[in-house]
C-alpha cells in the first residue's frame, strides 16, 4: 500500500515537472512576441491587435498552466515566520493540515465557480471583442480549469508526501525556491 502511494504521489510530480518545464517555454515565446510587437509598432508603423492578445494567452498559460510546477518546487509565496524553523515532521504536519484545510476548498471553490463560467464560453464559442483578435476567449477561460486541476493533483501529492514524512516513510528534502 505505501509503495502505491509513492509512486501516485512522484506520478503526479513527474506530470507537474513535465508540464511546468513544457509550459515555461512560453516565457520566451512570451519575451519573443513583445519584441515582434515593439519592433513593428515603432519601425514598421504596424500593429495586429491578435499579435498583442496573443500576449495576454501566454500570459494566462505561463502563471495558471505552471502554478503546481511552482507548487512542486516550493515557489508559492509562503508567510515563513515560523515555518523555516520548524522540523521536518512539523513542516509535513503544516502541509499536511494545509492542504486539508486551505488549499483544497479553496481549489474545489474555484472549480465550483468557474465551470459555469468556462462552460458558458464554451457554449457560445466566445470569441474577441475586436473583429481581428483572437476568437478563442473560452480556450484562455479554460485556464482557470487547467489551473485548478493541476493545482489539485499536486496538493494530493503534496499531502501524500506530507503523510509519508509525518509516519517517517519518506525524508524529504526541502527544495529551495531559485532566486534570480
Same mark, same amino acid.
Given at each position: 500500500?505505501?509503495?502505491?502511494?509513492?509512486?501516485?504521489?512522484?506520478?503526479?510530480?513527474?506530470?507537474?515537472?513535465?508540464?511546468?518545464? %513544457?509550459? *515555461?517555454?512560453?516565457?520566451?515565446?512570451?519575451?519573443?512576441?513583445?519584441?515582434?510587437?515593439?519592433?513593428?509598432?515603432?519601425?514598421?508603423?504596424?500593429?495586429?491587435?491578435?499579435?498583442?492578445?496573443?500576449?495576454?494567452?501566454?500570459?494566462?498559460?505561463?502563471?495558471?498552466?505552471? *502554478?503546481?510546477?511552482?507548487? %512542486?518546487?516550493?515557489?508559492?509565496?509562503?508567510?515563513?515566520?515560523?515555518? *523555516?524553523?520548524?522540523?521536518?515532521?512539523?513542516?509535513?504536519?503544516?502541509?499536511?493540515?494545509?492542504?486539508?484545510?486551505?488549499?483544497?476548498?479553496?481549489?474545489?471553490?474555484?472549480?465550483?465557480?468557474?465551470?459555469?463560467?468556462?462552460?458558458? *464560453?464554451?457554449?457560445?464559442?466566445?470569441?474577441?471583442?475586436?473583429?481581428?483578435?483572437?476568437?478563442?476567449?473560452?480556450?484562455?477561460?479554460?485556464?482557470?480549469? %487547467?489551473?485548478?486541476?493541476?493545482?489539485?493533483?499536486?496538493?494530493?501529492?503534496? %499531502?501524500?508526501?506530507?503523510?509519508?514524512?509525518?509516519?517517517?516513510?519518506?525524508?524529504?528534502?526541502?527544495?529551495?525556491?531559485?532566486?534570480?
Amino acid at each position: 500500500m505505501i509503495e502505491i502511494i509513492k509512486k501516485i504521489a512522484v506520478g503526479i510530480d513527474q506530470f507537474s515537472e513535465w508540464t511546468g518545464r %513544457l509550459i *515555461s517555454w512560453l516565457t520566451l515565446c512570451l519575451v519573443l512576441m513583445q519584441f515582434i510587437i515593439v519592433l513593428g509598432h515603432y519601425i514598421f508603423r504596424v500593429g495586429e491587435i491578435y499579435l498583442q492578445e496573443s500576449l495576454l494567452y501566454m500570459h494566462s498559460m505561463i502563471f495558471l498552466g505552471a *502554478s503546481a510546477y511552482a507548487l %512542486l518546487h516550493n515557489g508559492h509565496v509562503r508567510v515563513d515566520v515560523f515555518y *523555516s524553523r520548524f522540523s521536518e515532521k512539523n513542516k509535513a504536519l503544516v502541509n499536511f493540515l494545509g492542504c486539508l484545510f486551505f488549499l483544497f476548498p479553496v481549489i474545489i471553490l474555484i472549480l465550483w465557480m468557474a465551470w459555469p463560467y468556462v462552460l458558458s *464560453s464554451w457554449e457560445s464559442l466566445e470569441g474577441s471583442i475586436e473583429t481581428s483578435g483572437i476568437q478563442a476567449v473560452y480556450l484562455l477561460k479554460s485556464m482557470i480549469l %487547467l489551473f485548478a486541476c493541476t493545482m489539485f493533483l499536486q496538493a494530493i501529492s503534496l %499531502l501524500l508526501h506530507s503523510w509519508l514524512t509525518l509516519f517517517n516513510i519518506e525524508h524529504p528534502t526541502e527544495e529551495k525556491p531559485e532566486l534570480l
